[in-house]
């Protein structure tokens, strides 16, 4: 589906990143699930070729180019597996503009060009044990001794958790503030600090290669200076930047419920059954025919929000309802999919089994559906 903000600049940084995924990662994805980790050298050859945080301006080894870059990376990426797309898409476009947009001049001359060539990957600690959807709840606290924070909490189901070099951290430089979001702040903890301990590695259903683990910090001395923005602004500064991190998501769902269909139609076209293939089965073009429409209506929600979002509008609540709609729309996609490829479907060579598996998580991370419809009502004022 065509868009008003994709040029022949576009097609050309799309081509070049296809045939680099062709030769890079492709080929390698199966074992990476197998393995359940994408290699680090990966990360460097994305560095190399300007396909990590291509929007960082170019003083920090960015190509200084808009969201609509970004757009074809989380495609393109999420096309290969949503293990792989998860973890870069975060770093990229979530995680390092935070640093980007809240860090001093020190800050990002430090952090900006490993993020961009792959040196330093990223993750963020929100949730933790007995704190997911309420983020004012969060235990992890930051107690201010001299020019130092003593850092102590844990953190859960970090994408990146293992693989982190640095990490931006929700935590409490305020526990008894009321109420109690006004607490918190944000802090960067390095790799290396003495009582930041990386978790263990968290056994999930699917998303197979994707980095999801757990962080705790023991009296962790973080310096001052690794302060993002000012103290007990932390709230407000996630609030502002959920709206890209909830259009990412919406953006992968919409790409696996493309897949999903692509490939279910190819399956149904080949396989037979009462001597005819069962694409003539009126059954299959009702279910096909029903999922296609559902998909193109994303399609053009996703590129008309984009638009908005590269225009720097608000939109908070259109954000909200992408991500609730086309999450669970693809999770729709999955079930009926995996159906019509019969008992095939349960095979784990057939890659609508990995992508069934996969899908479920996109409507609980980034915010549950049930927050996005929270958001959306306060929006509509009720």
């Keep these: 589906m065509r868009t008003s903000f994709m040029t022949d600049e576009h097609a050309l940084f799309r081509k070049s990143l296809r045939k680099m995924l062709d ?33 960082v301006q170019e003083e920090y080894g960015g190509l200084g180019l808009d969201f609509s870059y970004s757009m074809i990376l989380i495609e393109e990426l999420e096309r290969v597996g949503q293990g792989l797309a998860s973890g870069m898409c975060l ?25 961009v060539s792959g040196d330093l990957i990223t993750a963020i600690g929100m949730t933790e044990p ?3 959807s309420d983020l004012a709840g969060v235990k992890t606290t930051a107690r201010k001794n001299g020019d130092t924070y003593i850092l102590n909490g844990e953190k859960t189901f970090i994408t990146n958790g293992l693989t982190a070099d640095i990490a931006v951290i929700v935590c409490k430089t305020d526990p008894d503030a009321e109420p109690a979001h006004r607490g918190i702040s944000l802090l960067v903890v390095e790799k290396g600090m003495e009582g930041f ?18 962080l705790i910090f023991e009296d962790v001395k973080v310096p ?28 992968q769902c919409q790409i696996e419920a493309e897949e999903m269909l692509r490939i279910t139609i190819d399956y149904v076209k080949s396989r037979k059954a009462f001597g005819q293939s069962i694409s003539k089965f009126q059954n299959t073009q009702f279910k096909i025919a029903e999922m296609a429409t ?23 609540k259109e954000v909200s309802m992408a991500k609730w709609w086309i999450s669970e729309m693809a999770k729709r996609v999955a079930a009926e999919c995996l159906q019509l490829h019969g008992g095939y479907g349960y095979m784990e060579e057939y890659e609508i089994a990995r ?16 927050i996005m419809k929270t958001i959306i009502a306060k929006k509509l004022d009720l």
């Design 130 to 132: 007995g704190a997911g």
């Design 294 to 316: 559902e998909i193109d209506i994303g399609r053009a929600y996703i590129n008309q929000l984009t638009a908005r979002h590269i225009a720097n509008e608000d939109i908070v």
């Design 355 to 370: 992508r069934y598996r996969d899908i479920p998580v996109a409507s609980i991370y980034a915010g549950t559906t049930e």
């Design 224 to 251: 001052a200076a690794n302060l993002l923005g000012e103290e007990e602004k932390g709230f407000y500064y996630l609030m502002q930047n959920l709206q890209q991190e909830r259009l990412v998501v919406a953006i």
């Design 197 to 214: 301990k990386h978790g263990k590695k968290l056994n999930k259903i699917g998303m197979h290669s994707g980095d999801t683990g757990e």
């Design 23 to 55: 030769k890079e990662a492709y080929p390698f994805y199966d074992n990476w699930e197998a393995n359940r980790a994408i290699p680090r050298d990966f990360w460097l050859k994305m560095g190399e070729n300007g396909f990590l945080c291509p929007w």
């Design 91 to 115: 770093h990229s476009d979530i995680v390092s503009p935070y640093i980007s947009i809240l860090g001093t001049e020190a800050q990002k001359q430090k952090w900006l060009p490993g993020c």
